[in-house]
């Protein structure tokens, strides 16, 4: 079935740096990839998604790629702040299905 | 502002009782989920509905079930709570026309004791 695989579980970087997180998507039909983020205990909010005729899409500090080829794609958070602290969720959706399968998180530590 | 609202927010009931969480929204979007939260695992699909006359099993259906009232509630049904249904639960809606992702309720936090 379905499936889509996010790494790392767990991320810390200092303030300043990179963060990157990555997830694997198994249907090869997944045309629609948001990204969740998740303060604690609030509710996902979207901050960037693509779809699968753009290989990449930019917002400000946060950005995804996506390869299409080797089904994976990727959020890149540039010189990460302490208000980036959360949980981030990747997810893939398929053409005409308008439900999201979701990656299993991963905490992003931002350290002061 | 247009919302999703889940009430309860948070909820203790016993093994065995059955329990009703709602959902509402005022954002006027024709898809409603249920997702459930659980450490480690991620968001995980319940049940969907694309409109009234619509409900579709998710993921993991067994042990719950669910009404849409109306195009603006959703209801979420455990019919026999066990301790393994403990997580939070989200609501969350999209719209047929925007395909702008989903916008999630402020969640449930049901504990099953």
């Known amino acids: 079935g379905e499936n889509v695989e996010q790494h790392p579980s767990t991320l810390s970087v200092q303030e300043g740096d990179s963060a990157v997180i990555k997830c694997t998507y198994s249907d090869s039909a997944s045309n629609y990839f948001p990204w969740y983020k998740q303060e604690l205990g609030k509710r996902p909010q979207l901050i960037i998604d693509i779809r699968s005729n753009v290989g990449e899409k930019k917002d400000q500090r946060i950005a995804v790629t996506l390869n299409k080829t080797a089904k994976h794609f990727s959020l890149h958070i540039t010189e990460t702040q302490p208000e980036d602290s959360a949980v981030y969720f990747c997810a893939a959706s398929s053409r005409g299905t308008y439900k999201y399968i979701f990656g299993t998180g991963t905490r992003l530590k931002v350290l002061a | 502002d247009a919302d999703v609202t889940q009430t309860p927010r948070n909820r203790i009931t016993k093994t065995g009782k059955r329990i009703m969480l709602e959902c509402s929204q005022t954002?006027?979007?024709?898809?409603m989920y249920w997702y459930r939260q659980d450490p480690g695992l991620g968001l995980r699909l319940i049940y969907y509905s694309f409109d009234v006359k619509d409900i579709n099993k998710g993921e993991i259906s067994d042990g719950y079930s669910v009404s849409r009232q109306a195009q603006a509630k959703f209801s979420l049904s455990l019919e026999s709570a066990i301790p393994n249904q403990t997580a939070l639960y989200f609501c969350?809606?999209?719209?047929?026309?925007?395909?702008?992702?989903?916008?999630f309720g402020s969640g449930t936090r049901l504990t099953v004791v």
């Open positions: 969350a809606t999209s719209d047929l026309h925007s395909g702008n992702g989903y916008t």
């Open positions: 954002k006027g979007h024709d898809r």
